[in-house]
């Protein structure tokens, strides 16, 4: 898959079916000695972005459950703050 055919996908929460960007319009944080993605970093749009204490969503690349034509699915649960992951686990 080429790197512009990711960007067009919207991401969408498996937990609870909730729209959260496209791939486009999110950062990658990718392990520089292994070159593997470890995370999605999705910023947060509109007005409230521009407040300093909106915060960005860490998405880890295992929460990442399937990548389909349209679509990228992930799961993450709201008992779980996704901005605190490490990115070593």
Known sequence: MELSQLARKEIVNLYDGSRLGFVGESDFVIDDKTGRILAMIIYPKGLGAKVKNTREL????????????????????????????????
């Open 58 to 89: 860490v998405i880890p690349w295992q929460a990442v459950k399937k990548i389909g034509e349209e679509i990228m699915v992930v799961e993450i649960a709201p008992d779980r703050s996704p901005h605190k992951f490490s990115f070593h686990e």
